[in-house]
C-alpha cells in the first residue's frame, strides 16, 4: 500500500510564544515600590492658624475702641469740663448736752443741727442726688458715740449752684458706758469735742438733657473739734467712691 503524503510543517512567525510552554506564561509582577526618603526630603504642610487669626484680630479691634473711647474722654473733659461736688460743714449747733449718772448706769441727752453745703461747681453738667443718709457722732475711737441719723429726701443740683442741707439729730437717755460718758462730758467743757459727720448718698450726672447712672457715695467730714466749728471753720469732707477711692 501507498504511505499517505507527509503535511508540510507550517513555520511560526516570528515573536510567537508558544502558551503552553513555561516561557510563554505570564507571571505576576509586584508594582514598583516607591523610593523611601530621608524626613528631611519630606515637604512641610503648611497649616493654617485660625487660633492665632482670630487673636490678632480680637487685640486690633480692642485696640481700636480703647482709642475710641480715649478720644470720647478727651473730647468730653475738654467741651465740658467736669468738676466733683463739694461738701462742706456750714455750722454745727448743740443744743443740748447732757452726761446723767444714774444708779443703772450713764445716760447721755443731746440734740444737735448741722447744715451741709453742697456745691455744683460745674456749667454744663446737673447733679443728681437719690435720698441721703446723714448720721452724727460724737468723740473717736473707741470712745465714738453715735447720736442718730436723719433722711433727706432726693434733690438736683443744677449748674453753678450751691445747697444747704439742715439736718437735726438726737439720742434722748442713751445708755452709755461710764467712762466713755465721763471722756464726753470732759471734752464737751473743753470744747476739744470731735464731731463727725457722714453722709451716704446716690449721685448721677446730667450732661445735655441725658442722665448718666447713680453711683455710690459716702461723704465722711470726721475729727472736727467744737472750737473748730464754733471759730466759723468749714472743714473739707472727703468723698468715697467704689469703697476704695477717696477724693479731697
Known amino acids: ?24 506564561q505570564r507571571r505576576f509582577r509586584p508594582p514598583p515600590r516607591k523610593p523611601v526618603l530621608p524626613p ?7 497649616k493654617t492658624s485660625y487660633g492665632r487669626a482670630c487673636c490678632c484680630c480680637f487685640c ?12 470720647c474722654g478727651a473730647v468730653f473733659y475738654l467741651w465740658f469740663d467736669p468738676k466733683l461736688p463739694g461738701f462742706h460743714i456750714q455750722s ?12 443703772d448706769g450713764t445716760y447721755l441727752d443731746a440734740r444737735t443741727t448741722t447744715r451741709l453745703e453742697v456745691k455744683n ?21 473707741g470712745y465714738e458715740t453715735e447720736l442718730g441719723t436723719t433722711m433727706v429726701p432726693a434733690f ?7 445747697r444747704s442741707l439742715r439736718v437735726e439729730t438726737k439720742a434722748s437717755n442713751k445708755l452709755v458706758v461710764d ?10 467743757r473743753s470744747k476739744s469735742l470731735p464731731v463727725n459727720v457722714e453722709a451716704r448718698t446716690k449721685v448721677g450726672v446730667g450732661v445735655a438733657g441725658l442722665k448718666i447712672g447713680m453711683v455710690g457715695v459716702t461723704v465722711k467730714c470726721d475729727g472736727m ?7 466759723g471753720d468749714m472743714p473739707k469732707c472727703v468723698i468715697n467712691m467704689l469703697k476704695w477711692l477717696n477724693i479731697h
Open 179 to 188: 467712762e466713755v460718758g465721763n471722756k464726753l462730758r470732759a471734752r464737751y
Open 121 to 141: 461747681p460745674n456749667g454744663k453738667m446737673t447733679y443728681y442726688y437719690g435720698d441721703t443718709e446723714v448720721e452724727v457722732s460724737f468723740g473717736e475711737g
Open 156 to 162: 438736683t443740683m443744677l449748674q453753678k449752684n450751691t
Open 40 to 46: 528631611s526630603f519630606h515637604p512641610k504642610k503648611r
Open 225 to 231: 473739734s467744737k472750737k473748730q466749728l464754733d471759730g
Open 92 to 103: 454745727f449747733r448743740i443744743s443740748r448736752f447732757n452726761v446723767t449718772k444714774r444708779p
Open 1 to 24: 500500500m501507498s504511505e499517505p503524503p507527509v503535511k508540510p510543517v507550517l513555520q511560526k512567525p516570528p515573536g510567537y510564544k508558544d502558551p503552553s510552554s513555561p516561557a510563554g
Open 60 to 71: 486690633i479691634f480692642f485696640l481700636i475702641f480703647l482709642l475710641l473711647i480715649l478720644i
